[in-house]
């Protein structure tokens, strides 16, 4: 398919009460047709894989167009120019968390940007630096605990954030870290206690609502059998 024929498929399926229905959970609602990720995953898989047509979808500015465009873009063809360049112009936190997951993560710089992006003061560029600890610790089974122990040092640091959209993001970071194994577990547990005791209201919320996960007989059977 060519994009235009995307586009056209797109505004098609524009539902006005499905896009009031995201608005009313955060959703920002500048360009946003109203499709749904699951028929926009269906529409992915259709077109498959394809770089520079997902450059065009993301320059489109259009909502849905560029959620698609983390789904067919190609991985090993993505440098951290256009990294930069698509967190910068992030604006709603599913783009962000779905970029993140569909394609950010599985590049080579995905450990590099989230040092940089979490230490930045844009908001959804800091929430898409947590967003990655968050998949990488589900999904990068090579990395080792080193990694997510550092990780957990910028979790700490950036903790006092009160925007929701961050605070949110650091608190998955240390949720998914925590539920890797054992040691990370313990680190995790640790570092929530710490996080509580800084008296910021972010900081609270950030290490009950962990400690809360991490410490549950759910994750505590599935880790200590």
């Given at each position: 398919?060519?994009?235009?024929?995307?586009?056209?498929?797109?505004?098609?399926?524009?539902?006005?009460?499905?896009?009031?229905?995201?608005?009313?959970?955060?959703?920002?609602?500048?360009?946003?047709?109203?499709?749904?990720?699951?028929?926009?995953?269906?529409?992915?898989?259709?077109?498959?894989?394809?770089?520079?047509?997902?450059?065009?979808?993301?320059?489109?500015?259009?909502?849905?167009?560029?959620?698609?465009?983390?789904?067919?873009?190609?991985?090993?063809?993505?440098?951290?120019?256009?990294?930069?360049?698509?967190?910068?112009?992030?604006?709603?936190?599913?783009?962000c968390d779905l970029?993140?997951?569909?394609?950010?993560?599985?590049?080579?710089?995905?450990?590099?940007?989230?040092?940089?992006?979490?230490?930045?003061?844009?908001?959804?560029?800091?929430?898409?630096?947590?967003?990655?600890?968050?998949?990488?610790?589900?999904?990068?089974?090579?990395?080792?605990?080193?990694?997510?122990?550092?990780?957990?040092?910028?979790?700490?640091?950036?903790?006092?954030?009160?925007?929701?959209?961050?605070?949110?993001?650091?608190?998955?970071?240390?949720?998914?870290?925590?539920?890797?194994?054992?040691?990370l577990n313990r680190?995790?547990?640790?570092?929530?206690?710490?996080?509580?005791?800084?008296?910021?209201?972010?900081?609270?919320?950030?290490?009950?609502?962990?400690?809360?996960?991490?410490?549950?007989?759910r994750v505590m059977?599935?880790?200590?059998?």
């Amino acid at each position: 398919m060519t994009y235009e024929e995307i586009m056209a498929v797109l505004k098609a399926r524009a539902n006005p009460e499905n896009a009031k229905g995201m608005a009313r959970f955060g959703i920002n609602s500048d360009n946003l047709l109203g499709v749904s990720v699951m028929e926009i995953r269906k529409l992915a898989r259709h077109i498959g894989k394809d770089h520079f047509l997902a450059l065009s979808l993301w320059q489109s500015g259009v909502h849905e167009a560029k959620i698609m465009a983390g789904l067919v873009d190609v991985p090993d063809m993505v440098d951290e120019g256009q990294m930069e360049e698509w967190a910068k112009e992030i604006d709603s936190w599913d783009i962000c968390d779905l970029t993140c997951n569909n394609l950010f993560r599985k590049t080579v710089f995905a450990h590099g940007r989230t040092m940089l992006w979490a230490a930045r003061s844009e908001e959804f560029v800091k929430r898409a630096g947590f967003v990655l600890v968050a998949t990488l610790a589900v999904h990068d089974k090579t990395a080792g605990d080193a990694v997510f122990l550092e990780y957990l040092s910028v979790v700490e640091r950036e903790s006092g954030d009160e925007r929701n959209f961050v605070r949110k993001a650091v608190n998955w970071a240390l949720r998914q870290i925590g539920k890797r194994n054992k040691n990370l577990n313990r680190s995790a547990i640790e570092t929530a206690h710490r996080i509580q005791a800084l008296g910021s209201s972010s900081a609270r919320w950030i290490g009950r609502d962990a400690l809360r996960e991490l410490e549950s007989p759910r994750v505590m059977k599935r880790l200590y059998p």
